[in-house]
DNA sequence: CGTCTCCAGGTTTTT
DNA sequence: CCTGGAGACG
């Protein structure tokens, strides 16, 4: 490899690529460079032989890790198997599959996902006796988080929520499962309990990278610190912290200051990325915030466009407008599709925005949108693969068992877990005893489809263990169980919707397809499968990304770019979001952060929409636009007008209302 | 006992 | 608008 550092670095990326040893503390402003750095520093590592196994790259994002992995390849033109470039949570996973019978645990464990989680909690609270009238499973589900990761603890439990929390804790281990907290707090119980576990992912890991450090949690930087002698080098920008909801903690950076006294500092702020105006208006905005490491953002690229701003009346002309002007923008500055990025709060304005980019004919890609495998028809195929592979998992057992309907409703399933529970036993272990012990008093009709049941079960099972073929087995999956009939009788009135799910189904077994032929695909296997996309929300392995604008949301863009940005739905009470604001005064500064992350995506043009009315709940409701809009200079701002309706005064008049928000 | 039908309620961001 | 749950029906 015959890379030339100094002339792709500036002199403080220099250094902080070219610092392997010793701990290692990079703050780097949005646009920065910090991929850059990370990836040069990865060149450089294996440059001065470390080998490709002692490098751990941990992101938060499956996107991030993504394009780190690709970066890496790209500036070193490698093949990089051995590198470990992964997100905490598939790190942690890798770490269980090994470790995790130490826990007593078993092989083939399920990792549930928020609904299999919320669906559990659901029959721990009844199991329990809890009052189930006012239970709201999902708050239970995150006082559960929080207990899970150490932010909190039951000495104030005042829903009572305790016992459901050790019901469902015994419950995950009796169907040997866990949930998404479990992959991080579960490795840290194995290296804290087993010492020698920990020294050998010590002495394989020998130089290990954090990006997107702002982000990690507290129980995160406890296995970092498990796991890292003093190569650490961690990356971070407090102003991007926008996962404070999910126990990010930018404090990590003062403990990092803390336990590493010795580490070296670096700051980056040069921005190559965006235009002054862009970056003035960032700055601006994020001036707003108390409590940050100050830090001005310079940038060669002098002045640019001025932002645009635009008011629709409604969704659906945000999305025509949008879709047209990316192709007017497109035409005039000869940019591809995939310089354009459309940025939005939540993954519920993504419908409209489709919608008219289909009818606009604009190549598109959303990222996250209720996720494909959170799906109806997805979840159930994949919750027969997962009781195929995990025959404990009684959350994804009690899914499928009358799906498609096969007689085993309500009352057997009741029966059933009476029997499970005389006997202690998981339901499948209940189903097996119905089946043989005649003794048992069951009604015999009941017994029969139960039996056919198992038998399925068990003749998949079976089918499922060589390693070949997978999507041919899961279509005969399909097929057997007649799947396509059941969303035909499920969608009488809507031909259209079934045909639809059915497409999603057969989109999902090519998706498998595609991935058990990938040769760099070490492990075709069943349960590596299931356990890949437990933590991915959408399957884009094989997505061709290129000449397809991106429609993402503002958390998922973190880390990218585009030459062309769209915040689209720039109003009060989506950005900031109403939610947040309820939760928390200190929530306005996040709101502002994840604004200032929108805004530090573009290079080259921003454009900001902010609709009149918009339609919440099928109800359509008046909006005004975001006061985050104020804090941005006017001089940098100019109001698109052109064919819409939006007069002078009308202009004007908007005007007036942010700056009305703005004074109170 | 299973299935069908209607109704209320609910949506922040990700792993 | 879409899902899940409760109650009526067969």
Redesign the pocket.
């Known amino acids: 490899m015959h890379l030339n550092y100094h002339a792709e670095l500036n002199p403080e990326q220099y250094e902080a690529a070219t610092t392997i040893e010793g701990p290692l503390l990079i703050i780097a402003g949005a646009g920065s460079g910090k991929t850059r750095v990370i990836t040069y520093r990865t060149a450089y590592m294996l440059d001065k032989g470390v080998p490709q196994s002692a490098i751990l790259a941990l992101t938060?994002?499956?996107?991030a890790a993504k394009e780190m992995s690709e970066r890496v390849r790209h500036v070193t033109g490698k093949k990089l198997q051995n590198l470990s470039v992964s997100?905490?949570?598939?790190f942690g996973v890798k770490i269980l599959r090994k470790e995790i019978q130490r826990l007593g645990w078993r092989d083939n464990f399920s990792i549930y996902d928020?609904?299999d989680r919320t669906q559990l909690i659901?029959d721990c609270a009844r199991e329990v006796g809890f009052r189930?009238d006012a239970f709201d499973p999902?708050k239970a589900g995150m006082v559960f988080s929080d207990v899970k990761t150490g932010r909190k603890d039951w000495v104030n439990d005042a829903d009572g929520y305790e016992k459901i929390y050790h019901e469902y804790q015994a419950a995950l281990k009796a169907y040997n499962a866990v949930d998404?907290d479990d992959l991080i707090g579960l490795p840290i119980r194995v290296f804290e309990t087993f010492p020698e576990a920990r020294e050998a992912y010590r002495d394989q890991f020998r130089f290990i990278m954090i990006d997107e450090f702002q982000d990690t949690s507290l129980q995160q930087y406890r296995l970092m610190r498990l796991l890292s002698r003093d190569n650490i080098c961690v990356v971070g920008d407090d102003d991007q912290s926008i996962y404070s909801?999910?126990g990010a903690n930018f404090e990590n950076i003062i403990n990092f200051e803390k336990d590493w006294p010795q580490r070296k500092e670096i700051t980056l702020y040069r921005n190559y990325r965006s235009t002054t105006t862009i970056l003035d208006a960032a700055n601006s905005v994020i001036q707003h915030n108390s409590n940050r490491k100050p830090k001005d953002l310079v940038s060669p690229n002098e002045g640019g466009a001025m932002i645009e701003i635009y008011a629709p009346e409604s969704e659906i002309e945000e999305g025509e407008f949008i879709a047209r002007v990316i192709k007017e923008i497109k035409l005039k500055d000869k940019l591809r599709y995939d310089q354009f990025g459309v940025l939005i709060r939540?993954?519920?304005l993504t419908r409209h925005l489709e919608e008219a980019f289909l009818a606009a004919q604009v190549p598109y890609r959303v990222t996250?949108g209720t996720s494909f495998f959170q799906?109806?028809e997805i979840k159930d195929v994949i919750s027969y693969l997962r009781v195929i592979a995990n025959p404990e998992d009684d959350v994804n057992l009690i899914r499928i068992a009358?799906v498609p309907?096969?007689?085993?409703?309500?009352?057997?399933l009741e029966?059933l877990s009476d029997v499970a529970k005389r006997y202690s036993c998981s339901m499948r272990a209940a189903m097996q005893r119905v089946r043989s012990d005649h003794d048992l008093e069951f009604?015999e009709r009941?017994r029969q489809d139960i039996d056919s049941f198992l038998s399925l079960l068990e003749f998949f099972r079976e089918e499922f263990k060589g390693r070949r073929n997978l999507s041919l087995k899961v279509r005969k999956l399909v097929d057997t169980i007649d799947y396509w009939g059941y969303l035909v009788?499920e969608n009488q009135h809507n031909e259209k919707a079934a045909k639809w799910k059915f497409l999603n189904v057969e989109s999902l077994i090519q998706g498998i397809d595609v991935w058990e032929k990938d040769p760099d695909n070490l492990e075709p296997t069943l349960y590596a499968w299931l356990n890949r996309i437990s933590?991915?929300?959408r399957d884009d392995q094989d997505e061709d990304d290129s000449g397809k604008v991106n429609l993402t949301?503002i958390?998922?863009a973190k880390g990218l770019e585009y030459d062309v940005v769209f915040i689209a739905g720039c109003e009060d009470g989506i950005i900031p979001?109403a939610?947040?604001l309820e939760?928390g005064d200190g929530n306005v500064e996040e709101e502002r952060r994840l604004f200032y992350v929108a805004i530090t995506r573009a290079r080259q043009r921003l454009l900001i929409t902010a609709c009149r009315r918009r339609r919440r709940?099928?109800m359509p409701v008046d909006c005004t636009p975001s006061p985050f809009l104020a804090e941005i200079p006017e001089a940098l701002l100019s109001w698109r007008e052109d064919e819409a309706a939006l007069t002078e005064d009308e202009a004007a008049d908007a005007w007036t209302q942010v700056h009305a928000m703005f004074d109170k």
């Open positions: 938060f994002t499956n996107k997100t905490f949570h598939s928020e609904v659901k189930m999902n998404f909801w999910r939540t993954n519920a996250g799906r109806k009358n309907r096969r007689g085993i409703g309500r009352r057997s029966l009604p009941t009788s933590l991915i929300t949301t958390h998922a979001h939610r947040a939760e709940n099928a």
